[in-house]
């Protein structure tokens, strides 16, 4: 199986564990990720907020590089998704000549998360399981960035997402029903208003560990730092004690098949890391 591949920024520098995560698998599972050639900044997470025309030309001239594929196009990055869903409809509503770039819309734009909740993607999944996930109890935390606003996404369920839901079920993990799961994280607010960030981050961490979770399961990178980087700080501000593992649920799919580079991506990420390149095997590539 073949897809497009748009990997954004962060995945290339803050989320690289992410990216490996996510190469190693789809590896293991024969999906080949072709990533587009000479992509661009989609203009996540600033652009849409200082200048239109540029929030949709950035992520506009993606998706007619990757129409050119022929291929679906796979984007891990929620914020990306949503630029690349939002710069989809705005310009196919448009007179051809409004924007710089013109589209047919004939490439079907996936979040990560959904795409690999795919039957057929789980079918893949499921007989490579040697490691069931029996102990881990999760909540699966998908921000608000994938799902919302539906005009743009297409989601169906935006308000109550499974798709990280049926892939842990699958994995042989508990996976635990609450209702904060497109609650916001604050984003990048964690920079300006890290006050702001702690209070919605703590009350995440406060209703993970009433439903009785031990991790927090995401598939955005930016929800990942925010709730992973502040632990101890924003449990000292609340008084209570919080040693919630922050995971990507790639990261748990390796684990459940014993994928052999998953320690490097959860346990010891200053360790070399595999480099995948467009041609050849995967080589070894220093942190």
Known sequence: MKVSYYPGCSLEGSARDYEESIEGVCEALGIELVELEDWSCCGATAAHSLHHRAS????????????????????PCPMCFNRLKAAEKTILREEAGHYRYTIEGKTKIWDLADFMAQDKILSLIEPKV??????????????????????????????????????????????????????????????????????????????????????????????????????????????????????????????AMKEREVENWLLEPWKPRRQYSREGPPTQKAR
């Open 130 to 255: 040697a490691n069931p996930l029996e102990g881990i109890r999760a909540v699966c935390y998908y921000g608000c960035m994938s799902s919302r606003p539906p005009k743009f996404t297409d989601a169906v369920n935006y308000e109550n997402p499974m798709s990280m839901d049926k892939i842990l079920g699958k994995l042989g993990a508990e996976v635990i029903d609450w209702a904060y799961k497109t609650d916001c994280c604050g984003a990048s607010h964690a920079v300006a208003r890290p006050d702001m960030v702690f209070k919605m981050v703590g009350k995440l961490y406060e209703r993970a560990l009433e439903a009785g979770a031990n991790c927090i399961v995401v598939s955005c990178q930016m929800c990942q730092a925010n709730l992973d980087l502040y632990q101890d700080k924003i449990g000292e501000e609340m008084g209570i004690t919080v040693d919630l593992p922050i995971i990507y649920f790639t990261e748990l799919i390796g684990l």
């Open 56 to 75: 949709i030309e950035l992520p506009g001239r993606n998706l007619v590089i990757a129409e050119k594929t022929e291929h679906d196009l796979v984007a």
